[in-house]
Nanobody, 118 residues
Framework: QVKLEESGGGLVQAGGSLRLSCAAS????????MGWFRQAPGKQRELVAA???????NFADSVKGRFTISRDNAKNTVYLQMNSLKPEDTAVYYC????????????WGQGTQVTVSS
């Protein structure tokens, strides 16, 4: 099993920045991808950004140009740099790790609250 440890959430004003970190630990066979999802009250969980073990990235249209995702493979850690934050970015952000053979298994962090005030 894999455990994900998240950090970096908090309260910021619109236009500010935050960096989220997520470190994977435990019985890791292989990591196919790591990324971030978010869920706002009354909304479904949505993909924010993801990065594969090969370095390919995907972003939600709403965050393109503002967020960046990076990784440190040696530390099994993924980072989400969030700039120019908007109130609509307010949500619980969940780290995701897909690990294992073939399609892999999805593991989730406990979530960290990001609140952006006007």
């Amino acid at each position: 099993q894999v455990k994900l440890e998240e950090s970096g959430g908090g309260l910021v004003q619109a236009g500010g920045s935050l960096r989220l970190s997520c470190a994977a630990s435990g019985s890791i066979f292989s990591i196919n991808s790591m990324g971030w999802f978010r869920q706002a009250p009354g909304k479904q969980r949505e993909l924010v950004a993801a990065i594969t073990s090969g370095g390919s990235t995907n972003f939600a249209d709403s965050v393109k140009g503002r967020f960046t995702i990076s990784r440190d493979n040696a530390k099994n850690t993924v980072y989400l740099q969030m700039n120019s934050l908007k109130p609509e970015d307010t949500a619980v952000y969940y780290c995701n790790c897909n690990a294992g053979f073939a399609f892999g298994i999805n593991y989730w962090g406990q979530g960290t609250q990001v609140t952006v005030s006007s």
